[in-house]
C-alpha cells in the first residue's frame, strides 16, 4: 500500500475544542443532527442514552425573528396592563437598565398569540410526542401551558439564571407521582455560552427517585458542576431533554441587552386533562419559588 493510500485513510483532525465549554463537551460530541419528518432510531439511541438531543434548524432564523417580535408584542401588552399572573400561574417581572419593564417568563403564550399556536401545528412536534412520549399531548391551557422564558442579566431582572433542578419536584408539587417529563425548548434567539444557557448532567434521567430528589438542593445550587455538559444552541433550533435529568440554566457572563436569552417551551402532558382558566388558585411550588427570588 502507498504513502498516499495510508495517509488517505487517516481520519481528518477534529477542530481543537473550544475553550468556554465545560470539560465534558470535549468527552461527548453533541451531533448537527436534522429533523426531518420524524425521528430515527439514531436520534432516539442519543436521546435514551444521554438524556437530551439538539436538532439544528428545526425552522429557519426568520421563523425564530417573528416568534421573537410575537413575544416582545405580548410583552408590551402585558406590561401596559400591568399583568401579574395568568390562569393562577404568576409572571416574573423585571427592569432593564432603561428602567423599562419586561417578563422573564409568560406562560400560556399560545393562548394569547395566534403565531405561537400555528407554530405548534408543526406535524413533527406530534412526531416528537408519539416517539418519545407516547399517550401524551400539546397542553394549550393545562399546567403551564407554552412558556416562554426571557433570561437577562442585569441589576432589574429577577429571571437571570435557574439553579439545578429536576422536573420531578413539580410533579410532587401537584401531588402526582414523578414520572418522565419531555422538555421541548425552542430557541428564539442565539444561546452561546457567553449568554449563559442549558447546562445538563448527562445519563442522570436514569437515577433513582431518592437521587433525582436529594442529590443536589433544587434550586438553591448554583454552582457549576465538573461533569456539566453545555448544549448551545442558534434562533430556531429545537432542544429535547428529560425531565428527570438534572439540569439548570447558567449565567450569561454579559450583562444589559447582550445577555438576553430567549427560548419557548412546549406543554407535552400526558393523563386527564387539567384546564386552567382565569379561575385557577396559584399552585405551591410558585409560592415556594417565590421565596426563592423567582
Not at 416582545?72 to 423599562?100: F, H, Q, Y
Not at 419593564?101 to 408519539?130: C, H, K, M, N, T
Request: net charge neutral; aromatic share 10%.
Amino acid at each position: 500500500m502507498s504513502f498516499a493510500q495510508d495517509s488517505a485513510a487517516v481520519p481528518s483532525p477534529q477542530p481543537p475544542p473550544d475553550p468556554s465549554l465545560p470539560r465534558a463537551n470535549r468527552v461527548i460530541h453533541i451531533p448537527d443532527f436534522r429533523l426531518e419528518h420524524r425521528l430515527t432510531a439514531e436520534h432516539i439511541d442519543f436521546f435514551e442514552t444521554y438524556g437530551f438531543i439538539r436538532f439544528k434548524g428545526f425552522a429557519s432564523r426568520d421563523t425564530a425573528a417573528g416568534l421573537y417580535a410575537a413575544f416582545n408584542a405580548l410583552t408590551a401588552d402585558l406590561v401596559a396592563r400591568d399583568t401579574s399572573e395568568i390562569n393562577g400561574v404568576p409572571l416574573i417581572k423585571g427592569r432593564r437598565d432603561d428602567g423599562s419593564a419586561f417578563y422573564g417568563r409568560i406562560p400560556f403564550v399560545s393562548l394569547q398569540r395566534e403565531e405561537f399556536r400555528e407554530f405548534l401545528g408543526d406535524p413533527r412536534f406530534q412526531a416528537i410526542i408519539e416517539d418519545l412520549a407516547p399517550g401524551s399531548r400539546i397542553g394549550h391551557d393545562e399546567r403551564d401551558g407554552l412558556v416562554v422564558n426571557c433570561f437577562r442579566n442585569h441589576a432589574g431582572a429577577k429571571y437571570k439564571n435557574l439553579g439545578w433542578h429536576t422536573d420531578s419536584l413539580r410533579d410532587i408539587a401537584y401531588l402526582e407521582k414523578p414520572r418522565r417529563y419531555l422538555n421541548v425548548g425552542f430557541s428564539l434567539s442565539d444561546s452561546p455560552t457567553r449568554v449563559g444557557g442549558l447546562r445538563v448532567l448527562p445519563c442522570t434521567h436514569n437515577q433513582s427517585i431518592a437521587s433525582m430528589l436529594t442529590t443536589k438542593a433544587h434550586f438553591l445550587d448554583m454552582k457549576p458542576d465538573p461533569n456539566e455538559l453545555a448544549i448551545t444552541t442558534e434562533a430556531g433550533d429545537l432542544t429535547l431533554h428529560d425531565g428527570r435529568l438534572w439540569h439548570r440554566t447558567a449565567l450569561a457572563q454579559v450583562t444589559g441587552d447582550a445577555s438576553e436569552r430567549c427560548v419557548m417551551y412546549l406543554p407535552v402532558m400526558d393523563g386527564p386533562r387539567k384546564p386552567k382558566t382565569a379561575a385557577s388558585a396559584t399552585p405551591f411550588y410558585f409560592h415556594l419559588k417565590k421565596l426563592l427570588g423567582y
